[in-house]
């Protein structure tokens, strides 16, 4: 079994900044591909960032410029510093893995709030 523990999310004015952390425990060998996802109420989950295991990335329009994903691989862990946020940005954010064994799984998520 696996997990993703995702952390760091609360309140913020716009403008501000919060950092993610996501972190995987359990049984597995390896973590290919490690991303960001969001989805404000009513909408469809959607791309925030990925990051190979390589640390090829790749972000949404929406986020590009503001956003940075990284990751530790020796702490199995992938970040997510998010800078001039938006109320736009509002969200659950989720953290999604490719286990090399297990497949694809997802973190419990984490609540934005950009508010004045």
């Known amino acids: 079994q696996v997990a993703l523990v995702e952390s760091g999310g609360g309140s913020v004015q716009p403008g501000g900044s919060l950092r993610l952390s996501c972190a995987a425990s359990g049984n597995f060998f390896r973590i290919n591909d490690m991303g960001w996802y969001r989805q404000a109420p009513g909408k469809q989950r959607e791309l925030g960032a990925v990051?190979?295991?390589?640390?090829?990335?790749n972000y949404s329009d929406s986020v590009k410029g503001r956003f940075t994903i990284s990751r530790d691989n020796a702490k199995n862990t992938v970040y997510l510093q998010m800078n001039n946020l938006k109320p736009e940005d509002t969200a659950v954010y989720y953290c999604n893995a490719a286990f090399y064994t297990w497949g694809s799984r997802w973190g419990q998520g984490t609540q934005v709030t950009v508010s004045s």
């Open positions: 990051i190979t295991r390589g640390g090829s990335t």
